[in-house]
Nanobody
C-alpha cells in the first residue's frame, strides 16, 4: 500500500500564494506518477497537475498554467505544488493521487486512473 498525506492548504487573498505538499510513504517506490486534483463544492474533481517520473515530465491544466508549479522533493519523497496568483476559482479541496503507468498521457488525468489518494487539504481564496 501507498499512503499519501497532503499539507499546506489554507486561506489566502486573491493574488496570494500557497505551497502544497504531498508526502508518500509505504511502498511508494511502486508508483511513478503523482498528480494533484481539486474539487470545488458542487463540481466534479478535476486534474490540476501531474509529475511522471518515467519521463520526468510535468503536466498542468490550462487553468493553472503559468501560475502553478509542481516539483518533486526527492529528499522527503514528496511532490510539492507551488500556487501563485491564486484566484477565487482556485478554491476547493486539493487531493494528491498516485499510481504506476507504463505510459502517461493526459488521458490519465481521470479520477479512476489512480488507486492511491490522500485525504485532501482545503484551499480557500477570497
Amino acid at each position: 500500500q501507498v499512503q499519501l498525506v497532503e499539507s499546506g492548504g489554507g486561506s489566502v487573498d486573491a493574488g496570494g500564494s500557497l505551497r502544497l505538499s504531498c508526502a508518500a510513504s509505504g511502498y511508494s517506490s511502486i508508483v511513478n506518477c503523482v498528480a494533484w486534483f481539486r474539487q470545488a463544492p458542487g463540481k466534479e474533481r478535476e486534474g490540476v497537475a501531474a509529475f511522471y517520473t518515467g519521463s520526468g515530465s510535468t503536466w498542468y491544466a490550462d487553468s493553472v498554467k503559468g501560475r502553478f508549479t509542481a516539483s518533486p522533493d526527492n529528499t522527503n519523497n514528496a511532490l510539492n505544488l507551488r500556487m501563485n496568483s491564486l484566484k477565487p476559482e482556485d478554491t476547493g479541496m486539493y487531493y494528491c493521487a498516485a499510481d504506476s503507468f507504463v505510459m502517461w498521457s493526459v488521458e490519465r488525468m481521470r479520477e479512476y486512473e489512480y488507486r492511491y489518494w490522500g485525504q485532501g487539504t482545503q484551499v480557500t481564496v477570497s
